[in-house]
T-cell receptor, first 110, second 113 residues
Framework: SQELEQSPQSLIVQEGKNLTINCTSSKTLYGLYWYKQKYGEGLIFLMMLQKGGEEKSHEKITAKLDEKKQQSSLHITASQPSHAGIYLCGAVPGAQKLVFGQGTRLTINP | KAGVTQTPRYLIKTRGQQVTLSCSPISGHRSVSWYQQTPGQGLQFLFEYFSETQRNKGNFPGRFSGRQFSNSRSEMNVSTLELGDSALYLC????????????FGPGTRLTVL
């Protein structure tokens, strides 16, 4: 079965700094989603990547799916307190169900 | 368009009891998936329903069951509750198409005492 590993598991950055979260798959990714979750709440969809090399941006968040389609990175530029939360990557393994990474907990210090 | 709604938001039960959670998908969405989230195991897939039929199932014991109604609303039932069933239960709905994003509800926080 497909597994997703996220790194780092937790991250503390100073407000205004850039940061990167990685998501590595044990198998080829057919689709890769990034979600954000505030503690104890539902998941908020950020973006979806499908094609190798694809890169998408939303406000100050950019995500990229590498050419071999087994890794994705999420980059936040000039972090703000509103970026704090848990970031999860999810993969569609071709069986219509989402497999998730364990999440990266992001803390932004003012 | 209203988002995915889940009821109740919080629930406290004791071991051995059973519980039913409800999920109303986004209007027009026929696929509803359920997930369990715990600190130790993370987010794990329970099952997916599409047009009242279970289309996919995760690796959970038979105590976990679900169903979907003709209006796409879904319920999840857990019988003979165990302490380890304490978790945030999330449901998500999706439009047709494998690569459509899933929209998640706020979750039901279940505590088993």
């Amino acid at each position: 079965s497909q597994e997703l590993e996220q790194s780092p598991q937790s991250l503390i950055v100073q407000e205004g700094k850039n940061l990167t979260i990685n998501c590595t798959s044990s198998k080829t990714l057919y689709g890769l989603y990034w979600y954000k979750q505030k503690y104890g709440e539902g998941l908020i969809f950020l973006m979806m990547l499908q094609k190798g090399g694809e890169e998408k941006s939303h406000e100050k968040i950019t995500a990229k799916l590498d050419e071999k389609k087994q890794q994705s990175s999420l980059h936040i530029t000039a972090s703000q307190p509103s970026h704090a939360g848990i970031y999860l990557c999810g993969a569609v393994p071709g069986a219509q169900k989402l497999v998730f990474g364990q999440g990266t907990r992001l803390t932004i210090n003012p | 368009k209203a988002g995915v709604t889940q009821t109740p938001r919080y629930l406290i039960k004791t071991r051995g009891q059973q519980v039913t959670l409800s999920c109303s998908p986004i209007s027009g969405h026929r696929s509803v998936s359920w997930y369990q989230q715990t600190p130790g195991q993370g987010l794990q897939f329970l099952f997916e329903y599409f047009s009242e039929t279970q289309r996919n199932k995760g690796n959970f014991p038979g105590r976990f069951s679900g169903r979907q109604f003709s209006n796409s609303r879904s319920e999840m039932n857990v019988s003979t509750l165990e302490l380890g069933d304490s978790a945030l239960y999330l449901c998500a709905s999706r439009g047709q198409g494998t690569y459509n994003e899933q929209f998640f509800g706020p979750g039901t926080r279940l505590t088993v005492l």
